[in-house]
């Protein structure tokens, strides 16, 4: 019996605005050589990111089935999709819901191009994913020029390395058509640097110390970068009263809900973000739901990202915390260790708590831009770790209602902080 022919999908979209002018790219590749098949790439007009990833999927899918047109329903080819969109990845894997009303006929007619036993989703970085990026780039380019993206113009595959080292490809373990084992050469490929001498040194050894610092290789891939978004004000905010995690749980204002809007537009503006991640207090899913309708994205909630349980001090102003409970309050701006009144939790408690959170979401989102909806403390707490401070530095910083900070996670552990308390999109 003949196996059936197996492909690498590779695919990507992209909106300069997001809404904005959008592209979609895509490629397909035998994992048995690491050759390019087919390629795929189009202008759409004015479209969201994840509507633009979802239609380069369905063009890297039909592309894949093109190449067996006469192939039996049972035969047809396996394929194995390789996108950076985490969101795609997720949703035709079945391990998250399809919610918004845009994507779900995309969803559906990904889905229809193939039997869903011949496709498996696998998320890479970007930097894993530069030759569909490049294609829908060009597109975008084209479209710009009021024209649609030709094969015959595209310099998308010239610039992958996967040609160049496909006669290097390792020996292939398993019977003939194995797909794990074609796709692993395909992705050694990727990994491995140019025969033309595109890296100038040798890979890193799995078992080097990794370097830090000045020192550090300059090959690191795309950081994850979190951008820190305060949440808009509530009706405690003016007041300057203590809101934590265990008091009313207020909502935006109408102040605060104007600034939303406003941090909403100018996100959709840079057409950076890629990932939403909230506190789950009130305050925050609003801002954050904001966000995410201007952008088209899903809002994922993390426990970790509250803000302090301030104890018996919610609500109150610090001239009424210092009036009740002085000494109490003398002993926390003393002491990260030290709580607040009434079972409240300390710095050093919280500090621990976003570290943890920290990492997760940095191993999660490795070499994306994620959009991180949180409050004071726990922004603080990040740029103070990042930047190596001490618990002190927490009073020495000031950050506005809806105000944008960022901080970018390398894979050999540093951290860069990009930006601190920036309100431009406010004024």
Same mark, same amino acid.
């Given at each position: 019996m003949t196996q059936p022919r197996?492909?690498?999908?590779?695919?990507?979209?992209?909106?300069? #605005?997001?809404? #904005?002018?959008?592209?979609?790219?895509?490629?397909?590749?035998?994992?048995?050589?690491?050759?390019? @098949?087919?390629?795929?790439?189009?202008?759409? !007009?004015?479209?969201?990111?994840?509507?633009?990833?979802?239609?380069? @999927?369905?063009?890297?899918?039909?592309?894949? %089935? *093109?190449?067996?047109?006469?192939?039996?329903?049972? #035969? #047809?080819?396996?394929? +194995?999709?390789?996108?950076?969109? $985490? @969101?795609?990845?997720?949703?035709?894997? !079945?391990?998250? %819901?399809? $919610? +918004?009303?845009?994507m779900k006929p995309l969803a559906a007619e990904a889905a229809r191009i193939l039997p869903a036993s011949a496709v498996t989703y696998e998320w890479i970085p970007r930097e894993k994913n530069k030759h569909a990026d490049r294609? *829908?780039?060009?597109?975008?380019d084209a479209g710009k020029r009021g024209r649609q993206w030709e094969p015959s113009s595209s310099t998308a595959d010239l610039d992958s390395p996967r040609s160049s080292v496909a006669a290097a490809l390792p020996p292939v373990s398993g019977p003939p058509g194995d797909a794990a084992a074609g796709a692993a050469r395909a992705r050694a490929a990727l990994n491995r640097p140019a025969a033309s001498g595109e890296l100038n040194r040798p890979a890193p050894s799995a078992t080097a110390t990794p370097q830090v610092g000045w020192g550090a290789a300059p090959d690191l891939g795309a950081p994850a970068t979190f951008v820190l978004l305060r949440h808009g004000e509530t009706a405690l905010t003016p007041e300057k009263r203590f809101s934590g995690s265990g008091g009313t749980d207020p909502e935006l204002s109408a102040v605060g809900r104007g600034q939303a809007e406003h941090a909403a537009e100018a996100f959709a503006a840079r057409g950076t973000v890629q990932e939403i991640v909230s506190s789950p207090l009130r305050r925050c899913r609003e801002t954050a739901g904001a966000v995410a309708a201007r952008l088209g994205l899903e809002v994922r909630i993390e426990d970790g990202l509250r803000e302090t349980d301030f104890g018996v001090w919610e609500g109150l102003t610090f001239g009424e915390v210092r009036e009740r409970y002085g000494a109490d309050l003398d002993a926390w701006l003393a002491s990260a260790k030290a709580a607040p009144t009434g079972g409240g939790e300390s710095f050093a408690e919280v500090a621990r708590r976003v570290a943890a959170t920290r990492d997760r979401l940095v191993s999660r989102y490795a070499g994306r831009t994620v959009l991180l909806v949180t409050h004071v403390t726990p922004i603080k707490t990040l740029v103070r770790l990042a930047l190596g401070a001490p618990p002190e530095s927490l009073f020495r910083m000031e950050l506005s209602a809806a105000s944008v900070s960022a901080v970018a996670y390398y894979a050999d552990g540093n951290a860069s902080v990009r930006l601190l308390n920036d309100t431009s999109h406010l004024r």
């Open positions: 197996r492909f690498v999908v590779e695919a990507d979209g992209g909106s300069r #605005g997001n809404p #904005g002018p959008a592209g979609y790219g895509a490629v397909v590749i035998d994992p048995a050589t690491g050759e390019t @098949l087919a390629e795929a790439a189009e202008y759409i !007009g004015v479209a969201t990111n994840n509507v633009a990833e979802y239609k380069g @999927l369905i063009a890297g899918l039909r592309a894949a %089935k *093109a190449l067996v047109p006469d192939a039996p329903a049972d #035969g #047809g080819p396996r394929v +194995h999709v390789r996108m950076d969109s $985490k @969101l795609v990845v997720e949703q035709m894997s !079945g391990r998250w %819901k399809i $919610k +918004h009303p845009d294609l *829908a780039n060009e597109a975008m």
